[in-house]
C-alpha cells in the first residue's frame, strides 16, 4: 500500500446501502463519478453488496442521488426513514412499462381497424414517450457527456428509429427495453437475497438490563458488559457469555448446524442466533460492530470485490469491446450506401441495431453475479468464502492436506487406559498424575485431569513444577521428583521388551501415550485417544471420488498417524512433523502434485495455511485468528461442508464459462446478422438485455445448492 493509500484508508469511511445498482459497467462508471465529487479522497462501489464507501467527507443522500441519476441509483431508504419502501410493482420503471405495452396495443388496435395515420402514430409516440422516459432520463446526460452506456446507445437508437419513420419498432423497442430493466432490477435482487439475508439476521434492538434498569435500545447503544436478557424464541442481538439460564441455541445463522446446540452459563453464544426454550441473562462480551455475524457480513461484503482472476480477462474484453462496436456501427452507416449502394435508411437502421448490441452489459455481470450468489449461498450454510479467487481455486485442488488434531479429530483427547508398571498402584498414579497435569493448559493433560475427577480421584500435592515444551513437565510430589510426557523424553533407550511391546501395541490402536515416572522407575503409561469426527471418513472419501489426493500432516508418533489415517481412509500420511515441517510438506506436495489446501486450526498450522494455495480454518465461529488468517473457513466444526464448498465452487467456475460463453455468443451473432440485414432493433434487444437476464438467472441457480 502507499502512502497516499494509506491516508486514504485512515479516514473514516460512509457506507451507503443503494439501490437500482443492475449494470455493472454503469457502477463503475458512477464510482468515477463520486470519485470526482467535492471533498471525497477515494470511493468504492461494491456491486455485489450494493454498498458504496466513500473516504473524506459525508455526502448528503441527495447528492449521491444525482450522482447516480444517470442510471437510476440512489440511496436505499430503509423502513422507517423517509417513508416505506415501495413494493416492486409500484416503482416508476413499472408502471411506465406497463403504460408503454396498453399504448402500444391501443396502436396495434387503432391500426388493425385502420383508423387515420396520424391517431396510429401519436399512439406509438405516446408508447414510446411512456415506455422510453426513464431511459431517456438517464440517457441525454451520458450523451452531453459523451458516455455511451446501454441507456445513452437505447436512447440514440429509439431516436433514430423515430427519425427514420420506425414509429412501431421504436416503440416495440422502448418497451422491451423497460421491462428488461424490470426483469434485471428482480433477478440482481434474487442473487444478493443471500446477503439481504444475512443483514436481516440480527434484530435492531435489543432488551438488556444495566444497573438494575431494564431497557430496550437499538443494537448500537449497548454496551459490552450489558446484560442481554433473552426470552424463549427470541434472537439474539449481540455476541456474549451466558451467565443465567439453560436452554439450546439453533446457530445455523453462523455455522450452517442444522440441530439446536445445548447451551448453558459460561457458554458463548452468537448474535443472529434463536434462543431455544429457555430464558437467558447473557452478558454482552462485543460491540454491534464487532459481533461475528458482524465480521462475516463485512467479510462476505469484501469477498465479493475481490475479483476471481476470470474476470480481469472479462473486464480487459469489455473496455475494448464497447469502442470497438461503436466504430462498426458508424463503419455500417457509411460503406453499406457508399460502397455497396445500400439505401441510406437502411444502413442507419442496421447501425443504429447495432448501437444497441454495443454494451458489454451481459459479458460484464457474467462473473460478479455468480460470485454473489455462490459466496452469499456458502454464507449462508456455515462457510465463509473470503473472496472470487478463493471460490474459484478451491474446486480446481489437486491435493487436500488436513491436520489431524482438531480437524479429522474432535480435539478433545480422553484417557482410554492407565497402564501401571512395576507394581505401581493405579489410583495413585493417576492421582500423581492429575495434581502434575492440572498445572498445565494442555489437551492431553486436562483429559487426566477430566478422569480423575470423573473417578472421584483426589490430585496429589505438587511442587516445584516446571514445564519443558515439547517434552511434558516435571515437579516434585512427596519429596521425588516425577516426570510426565512424551516417551521419547522419559524412557531409555534400553527400554524392557515387556513395556515396548506394550508401548507399541498402544500406539498401534492409534493411541497417544504419556508416560508417568519416579527417578527409580517407570511408574505408568497413560494411553489417550482423539476421536475422529463423525464426518471425516465420509469428507475423506467424497473428496477421493472427486479426483483429489488426501493426505494427513500431523505432529503425533507415526503408528498414531497411521492408525487414524487408515480410520478415516487417506493413505498418504506424514508423522512427528513440527509446525516447520508441515511448511516444507505443502511445499513439497505443492511442487509434486499441483494445487493444495491446507485444512487446520487456523492457528497452529497458520504458516502450512499460508503456503498453500488455500487455507481452510476449522470452527472460525468466535475465533478471531481462524476468521483473519485463512482463505476459507468452516464456522461449525464439520468437514461435511468441505465437500459442499468444492461442489460449490466447481458449479459455480462452470456457470462462470457458461455465462461468458452466452454473452459473447448473443454479442457476435448479432454483429453476424448485420451482414445479411436480420438485425432488427427489436432482435438487438433480445440479443443484449436477454443475455443479461439469462446470464443473472443463470446465475441464481447457485443459490440451489445445499449441502
Not at 426513464?134 to 441507456?151: Q, S, V
Request: proline fraction near 4%; aromatic fraction near 6%.
Amino acid at each position: 500500500m502507499s502512502e497516499g493509500e494509506a491516508g486514504v484508508q485512515s479516514e473514516v469511511a460512509v457506507v451507503y446501502r443503494l439501490t437500482g445498482l443492475t449494470c455493472a459497467d454503469c457502477a463503475a462508471k458512477f464510482e468515477q463519478e463520486v470519485k470526482k465529487a467535492p471533498g471525497v479522497s477515494d470511493a468504492r462501489v461494491n456491486f455485489g453488496a450494493s454498498k458504496l464507501t466513500i473516504w473524506g467527507e459525508e455526502l448528503s443522500r441527495e447528492h449521491v442521488n444525482r450522482l447516480g441519476a444517470f442510471d437510476g441509483i440512489r440511496v436505499k431508504e430503509e423502513p422507517g426513514e423517509d417513508g416505506q419502501v415501495l413494493p416492486w410493482y409500484r416503482e416508476r420503471q413499472v408502471l411506465f412499462t406497463g403504460g408503454s405495452l396498453l399504448l402500444i396495443l391501443f396502436a396495434l388496435g387503432a391500426k388493425g381497424v385502420d383508423a387515420p395515420q396520424p391517431l396510429v402514430t401519436g399512439l406509438f409516440l405516446a408508447a414510446v414517450i411512456t415506455g422510453g422516459w426513464e431511459t431517456a432520463r438517464k440517457g441525454l446526460p451520458g450523451l452531453i457527456r459523451l458516455r455511451f452506456d446501454m441507456n445513452a446507445l437505447m436512447t440514440v437508437a429509439v431516436a433514430g428509429a423515430i427519425g427514420i419513420g420506425y414509429w412501431d419498432e421504436a416503440a416495440v423497442v422502448a418497451f422491451l427495453f423497460g421491462v428488461s430493466e424490470t426483469l434485471q432490477i428482480y433477478t440482481s435482487g434474487k442473487a444478493r437475497s443471500s446477503l439481504r439475508a444475512l443483514l436481516d439476521l440480527a434484530p435492531r434492538k435489543a432488551r438488556i438490563r444495566r444497573q438494575g434498569e431494564a431497557l430496550i435500545l437499538p443494537v448500537e447503544e449497548v454496551e459490552v458488559g450489558d446484560i442481554l436478557l433473552l426470552r424463549p424464541g427470541e434472537k439474539l442481538a449481540m455476541d456474549g457469555r451466558i451467565t443465567v439460564g439453560v436452554s439450546s441455541i439453533n446457530q445455523a445463522a453462523i455455522t450452517g448446524e442444522s440441530v439446536p446446540v445445548p447451551k448453558e452459563t459460561g457458554d458463548e453464544v452468537f448474535a443472529g442466533t434463536l434462543n431455544g426454550e429457555g430464558f437467558l441473562e447473557v452478558e454482552v462480551t462485543k460491540r454491534a460492530e464487532e459481533t461475528t455475524l458482524s465480521k462475516i457480513i463485512s467479510m462476505v461484503e469484501e469477498a465479493q470485490e475481490k475479483r476471481a482472476p476470470v474476470q480481469a480477462f472479462v473486464d480487459r474484453f469489455a473496455k475494448i469491446y464497447t469502442p470497438v462496436i461503436l466504430l462498426f456501427s458508424l463503419s455500417v452507416f457509411l460503406i453499406k450506401p457508399l460502397v455497396f449502394g445500400v439505401a441510406w435508411t437502411g444502413a442507419l437502421y442496421d447501425a443504429l441495431a447495432l448501437l444497441i448490441v454495443a454494451c458489454p452489459c451481459a459479458l460484464v455481470v457474467s462473473t460478479p453475479m455468480a460470485m454473489v450468489s455462490a459466496i452469499g449461498n456458502a454464507a449462508r450454510n456455515g462457510v465463509l468464502i473470503k473472496g472470487g479467487i478463493h471460490l474459484e481455486t478451491v474446486g480446481a485442488l489437486d491435493v487436500v492436506a488436513f491436520d489431524k488434531t482438531g480437524t479429522l479429530t474432535r480435539g478433545e483427547p480422553v484417557v482410554k487406559e492407565v497402564v501401571p508398571f512395576h507394581g505401581a498402584d493405579r489410583n495413585q498414579v493417576l492421582a500423581i498424575a492429575a495434581g502434575m497435569e492440572s498445572m498445565s493448559e494442555h489437551p492431553l493433560a486436562q483429559a487426566v485431569v477430566h478422569m480423575a475427577e470423573a473417578e472421584g480421584i483426589v490430585p496429589a500435592n505438587v511442587k516445584e513444577f516446571q514445564a519443558q515444551p515439547g517434552r511434558g513437565a516435571e515437579a516434585v510430589v512427596d519429596g521425588r521428583l516425577h516426570r510426565i510426557g512424551s516417551p521419547r523424553w522419559i524412557l531409555p533407550e534400553d527400554i524392557s521388551g515387556e513395556i515396548q511391546e506394550r508401548m507399541e501395541s498402544l500406539e498401534d490402536r492409534g493411541y497417544t501415550v504419556v508416560c508417568l515416572d519416579a527417578p527409580d522407575r517407570l511408574l505408568a503409561v497413560f494411553a489417550l485417544a482423539d476421536e475422529v469426527r463423525d464426518t471425516s471418513r465420509e469428507a475423506v472419501q467424497v473428496l477421493k471420488q472427486a479426483g483429489m489426493h488426501p493426505v494427513m500432516l500431523t505432529g503425533d508418533h507415526h503408528r498414531t498417524a497411521r492408525a487414524i489415517a487408515a480410520e478415516v481412509g487417506i493413505d498418504d500420511y506424514r508423522g512427528e512433523l513440527l509446525p516447520q515441517d508441515k511448511l516444507e510438506a505443502v511445499q513439497e506436495l505443492k511442487s509434486s502434485r499441483g494445487r493444495i489446501a491446507m485444512v487446520g486450526d487456523g492457528i497452529n498450522d497458520a504458516p502450512a495455511m499460508a503456503a498453500a494455495d488455500t487455507g481452510i480454518a476449522m470452527g472460525g465461529a468466535g475465533t478471531d485468528t481462524a476468521l483473519e488468517t485463512s482463505d476459507i473457513v468452516l464456522m461449525a466444526d464439520d468437514l461435511a461442508k468441505l465437500p459442499f464448498t468444492i461442489r460449490l465452487s466447481r458449479a459455480a467456475r462452470g456457470i462462470i464459462r457458461q455465462n461468458i460463453t452466452l454473452s459473447l455468443l448473443a454479442k457476435f451473432l448479432a454483429v453476424f446478422f448485420v451482414f445479411p440485414g436480420w438485425l432488427t432493433l427489436w432482435l438487438a434487444i433480445f440479443a443484449d438485455m436477454g443475455a443479461t437476464i439469462l446470464v443473472t438467472l443463470n446465475s441464481i441457480r447457485l443459490l440451489k445448492i445445499n449441502p
